[in-house]
Nanobody, 124 residues
Framework: QVQLVESGGGLVQAGGSLRLSCAAS????????IGWFRQAPGKEREGVSC????????YYADSVKGRFTISRDNSKNTVYLQMNSLKPEDTAVYYC?????????????????WGQGTQVTVSA
């Protein structure tokens, strides 16, 4: 059974940091592009950061460039999102997703397998 499980969310003050993890089971991540997406209340799901299967290509939304870093450890079948200098506007449910096709746009509609999400709340 293909499964992605996110962890690492929580409540943090503005300026703080969190590291999200996306662990896979039932398949190996090394053949998949992985994306982190987020959805705030009343807003559409948006791409935050995506990484190719090799890790050599990455994408960051303008709103997180310089603050978030995506990385992958294929030996642990896990992808991470290090989030620094968090802002209240980063508050959302964060999801990871996997796509087996060649690396492309970091768009939710492109990704097939999804985790259940982890809440990130940044207080002012």
């Amino acid at each position: 059974q293909v499964q992605l499980v996110e962890s690492g969310g929580g409540l943090v003050q503005a300026g703080g940091s969190l590291r999200l993890s996306c662990a896979a089971s039932g398949f190996t991540l090394d053949s998949y592009a992985i994306g982190w997406f987020r959805q705030a209340p009343g807003k559409e799901r948006e791409g935050v950061s995506c990484v190719s299967s090799s890790g050599r290509s990455t994408y960051y939304a303008d709103s997180v460039k310089g603050r978030f870093t995506i990385s992958r450890d294929n030996s642990k079948n896990t992808v991470y999102l290090q989030m620094n200098s968090l802002k209240p506007e980063d508050t959302a449910v964060y999801y990871c997703a996997a796509d087996a096709r060649p690396f492309g746009p970091c768009a939710p509609g492109r990704y097939k397998y999804w985790g259940q999400g982890t809440q990130v709340t940044v207080s002012a």
